[in-house]
C-alpha cells in the first residue's frame, strides 16, 4: 500500500477529504520522525519509544560497527555504527495478522 492509497482509505473510512487525510497523514509521520530524532542524540538507557498500544512500537536502535564487503570489487570495508529506526508490532496488530481477532 502507497501513501495516496493510505490517504484514500482513511478519507474512505472517516468520511474527512482526502486533502484533510493527507495531512493527518503527514502530521503523524511527521511527529513519529521529529520524536526518532530528538531520541536519536540521547544515551541508548534514557531513550523513549513511540508506543502505539495494540499496534506497535518506533525506537531507535544503535547497529554496531562492522567490516562489510563492495559486493562490485570483494575488497572489505568498515561500516561505522550508527542508529537506526526500527519497529516493533504489539500484540494486537500480530494477533489480527494471524486472525485471532
Do not use: W, Y
Not at 477529504?17 to 544515551?43: C, H, P, W
Not at 519497529?87 to 489480527?96: N, P, V
Amino acid at each position: 500500500m502507497t501513501k495516496t492509497e493510505l490517504v484514500d482509505n482513511i478519507a474512505e473510512k472517516t468520511g474527512l477529504t482526502k486533502k484533510d487525510s493527507k495531512q493527518a497523514v503527514d502530521a503523524f509521520l511527521e511527529v513519529i520522525t521529529d520524536t526518532l530524532k530528538s531520541e536519536a542524540t540521547k544515551d541508548a538507557d534514557e531513550r523513549d519509544k513511540v508506543q502505539l498500544i495494540g499496534f506497535g512500537s518506533f525506537e531507535v536502535r544503535d547497529r554496531s560497527a562492522r567490516t562489510g564487503r563492495n559486493p562490485q570489487t570483494g575488497e572489505e570495508l568498515q561500516i561505522p555504527a550508527r542508529k537506526v529506526p526500527a519497529f516493533k508490532s504489539g500484540k494486537g496488530l500480530k494477533d489480527a495478522v494471524n486472525g485471532d481477532k
